[in-house]
């Protein structure tokens, strides 16, 4: 008598045939409280029109923009003048305050007028011995070259505004040069370097759209769906949770590690967060466990996708340019976007800081975050409101939303998103998003160290 063996049956067939799970909201009710709480505290932070509030990097950046077209291109002369008045207006307003201070005597200096009294005062008052030093420098008339170039050598440090004043005391002392010192090595050829850098970048782009509409069309780019896909709603709701316990983690590790850590404390942050998702891959959730291979992170087809991400980058960079440009436009009323990462390398020449904050933003970040958004939120939001589509564009702007920058940069970081959910949704696999989200990281770090140094 023949025996009947039974088919062997995949993950998902067998899922199939298990009993639905229970409808657990929990996870989606802590991610509205989250996302609620991020979204109204970077509202907040964006439009505040509060006077007291310190912006010292906002105004360092555009005081160190106009002083860069004020070196590199003489037609911006007049344009200028207004963005170093701009500048000087804004932190003469905050009175007392040594650091505005400092921004404001730069700022008149290089629009070319004096320097108020009470901004010298200020400075003079302040318990920062560059300072005091610098107070005696704006205050006055002319100083002896040789008295100017002793002064410059008593102002430590290689940040722009360590530069700047060093240039300002020896144009004081009507010291020949005195300027070269903004212009540093090679300051030009980073500049020709970005801008070539940004050019061939948008060439390709250009190439790849037109593969990818052309192989579209004539349906050669089939979904694979994303790596969790399908789910069943009980499913979903366990994806909501994971999301949920990883945002929750990094916030919480953030801010331990921040006041601990300094600079590297953003790293252990990180690797704690790496470390929650990995605990989290080996256990059920709620009777439902994602392991890290299921949520698409493998070395299956690690090559082709490790393309995909570097052909995605190509495509998705100019278009959030793009649409960075049109924020920039629409809430041009509003303070210019920063991070604090970019605020932390733009501030440091100190390798204890770049070196920290780069492999959190280009290496930790995009994968915790790829892990949560479109390995989790994308296909859970997918299956809540049975819409693929609508499922990548709220995901998008949740993604969106966890970041510090507000409104203005929301066009921009959404569409980050959407091309990364496409390609998770095209390739079944986190891989080619990862690799993207660290591409345009790692670029827009580099492209900030070649223009800021």
Excluded: C
């Excluded at 932070?45 to 106009?66: K, M, V």
């Excluded at 959030?320 to 924020?327: D, R």
């Excluded at 492209?447 to 800021?452: A, K, R, T, V, Y």
Aim: charged content about 15%; proline content about 6%; cysteine-free.
């Amino acid at each position: 008598m023949s025996e009947t063996v039974p088919p062997v049956l995949g993950e998902q067939e067998s899922r199939r045939l298990e009993p639905e799970l229970r409808r657990n909201y929990t996870g989606w009710i802590a991610l509205a409280i989250i996302f609620s709480f991020l979204i109204i505290v970077a509202f907040r932070r964006s439009t505040s029109t509060d006077p007291n509030r310190p912006n010292y990097s906002q105004q360092q950046t555009a005081l160190q923009t106009a002083v860069r077209q004020k070196e590199l291109a003489g037609a911006f002369a007049g344009s200028t003048s207004e963005a170093f008045g701009e500048v000087a207006t804004a932190m003469e307003a905050r009175k007392g305050d040594p650091r505005a201070a400092r921004l404001a005597a730069a700022a008149r200096f290089e629009q070319g007028k004096p320097v108020s009294r009470e901004v010298i005062e200020t400075l003079r008052k302040s318990a920062t011995p560059p300072h005091r030093i610098l107070a005696g420098v704006y205050a006055a008339e002319k100083l002896p070259p040789d008295r100017a170039r002793g002064i410059a050598k008593t102002i430590p440090g290689e940040t722009f505004m360590d530069r700047l004043a060093r240039a300002h005391t020896l144009q004081k002392g009507g010291v020949e040069g005195a300027r070269a010192e903004l212009s540093s090595p090679g300051a030009r050829q980073r500049l020709i370097v970005a801008a070539l850098l940004i050019i061939g970048i948008f060439m390709a782009s250009f190439l790849v759209w037109i593969v990818v509409i052309v192989r579209k069309v004539a349906k050669e780019l089939p979904p694979l769906g994303a790596p969790i896909m399908p789910l069943t709603a009980g499913e979903a709701d366990r994806a909501a949770m994971v999301a949920a316990l990883v945002i929750g983690a990094f916030f919480i590790f953030s801010t331990l590690f921040g006041i601990v850590g300094g600079a590297a404390g953003s790293v252990a942050a990180g690797v704690a967060t790496l470390a929650t998702i990995y605990w989290i891959s080996q256990r059920p959730i709620a009777g439902v466990r994602f392991s890290l291979e299921r949520s698409g992170i493998s070395r299956e087809n690690l090559g082709r996708n490790i393309g995909l991400g570097i052909l995605g980058f190509v495509a998705e960079l100019p278009l959030t340019f793009a649409m960075g440009a049109l924020g920039a436009y629409v809430f041009r009323s509003l303070p210019p976007p920063e991070h604090p990462a970019s605020t932390a390398l733009q501030n440091t020449t100190s390798l204890a800081v770049i070196v920290p904050v780069i492999i959190a933003g280009s290496i930790m970040a995009p994968i915790w975050e790829e892990y949560v958004f479109r390995g989790m939120l994308f296909p859970a939001i997918s299956r809540a409101v049975k819409s693929v589509a609508f499922g990548a564009i709220l995901s998008s702007f949740l993604f969106a939303a966890i970041h510090p920058q507000g409104p203005v940069i929301v066009g921009a970081l959404a569409t980050v998103a959407v091309v990364s959910a496409a390609l998770s949704y095209h390739t079944k696999s986190l891989v080619p998003s990862i690799v993207l989200h660290a591409l345009h990281n790692t670029t827009l770090f580099v492209l900030g160290l070649l223009i800021s140094r």
